[in-house]
């Protein structure tokens, strides 16, 4: 039963690019959340997508957006990169309608702005 | 969204148990505890989950007051390899609630021969 997988899991991108990550929720799972993590500080909540909608957002400015394909994989897409955009993206997956889903999430992609 | 507080570090020794407190002072009706494990460069892991008194599994035990202003994870006669970050979230699981979990800074744990 394969979890959470994000791809890539390394990336390097100059100031100004876009970028785009990829994420495949755990068999069976239905949402998709997508969360920034820093170093040294928990993750923050960018966004979470259901039923190929963005159902929740959190603090994060419109150069980041996100998609949701029909067989529930999801992307991340971040536009006109910053310095401050270097972080660990998570992609955490859960079954929309269980009570007590709790979140699974993949092993990230680094991604380093230079 | 209901606002964690727990302690930044804690050092322990292998075998010994070790607890950890949180406290959310303003956890609303429908929120349930969870508490993940983290390790470097890799993503949070679910440990457990609970929503009053004591739940246990195979892992830790998580203990809840019956005000559920706070929560303890337990985790017994840890080894090296318990050396992690741990978070303690509440929020709304129920389906709809969108799994916004909210995570703090976390607890540091270090476990040493």
């Known amino acids: 039963d394969a979890g959470v997988t994000q791809s890539p899991t390394h990336l390097i991108k100059t100031r100004g690019q876009q970028v785009t990550l990829r994420c495949s929720p755990k068999?069976?799972?239905?949402?998709v959340s997508w969360y920034q993590q820093a170093l040294g500080q928990g993750p923050q909540f960018i966004f979470q997508?259901?039923?190929?909608?963005?159902?929740q957002r959190g603090n994060f400015p419109d150069r980041f957006s996100g998609h949701q394909f029909p067989n529930y994989s999801s992307e991340l897409n971040v536009n006109a990169l910053l310095l401050g955009d270097s972080a660990l993206y998570l992609c955490?997956?859960?079954?929309?309608?269980?009570?007590?889903?709790?979140?699974?999430f993949g092993n990230g992609t680094r991604l380093t702005v230079t | 969204l209901a606002k964690t507080t727990q302690p930044i570090s804690m050092d322990s020794y292998e075998g010994q148990e070790v607890n950890i407190t949180c406290s959310h002072n303003?956890?609303?009706?429908?929120?349930?505890i969870t508490w993940y494990q983290q390790f470097p460069s890799q993503g949070p892991r679910f440990i457990i989950q609970?929503?009053?008194t004591k739940v246990t599994n195979e892992v830790a035990s998580l203990f809840i007051p019956a005000d559920r202003k706070s929560s303890t994870l337990s985790l017994p006669r840890v080894s090296l390899s318990d050396t992690a970050v741990y978070y303690c979230?509440?929020?709304?699981?129920?389906?709809?609630?969108?799994?916004?979990?909210?995570f703090g800074t976390g607890t540091q744990l270090k476990v040493e021969l």
């Open positions: 955490a997956s859960s079954l929309e309608g269980g009570p007590n889903s709790p979140l699974h």
């Open positions: 068999s069976g799972h239905d949402t």
């Open positions: 997508y259901y039923e190929e909608e963005e159902r």
């Open positions: 303003n956890i609303a009706t429908n929120d349930y």
């Open positions: 609970g929503y009053k």
């Open positions: 979230l509440v929020g709304d699981m129920r389906s709809g609630g969108g799994n916004k979990l909210t």
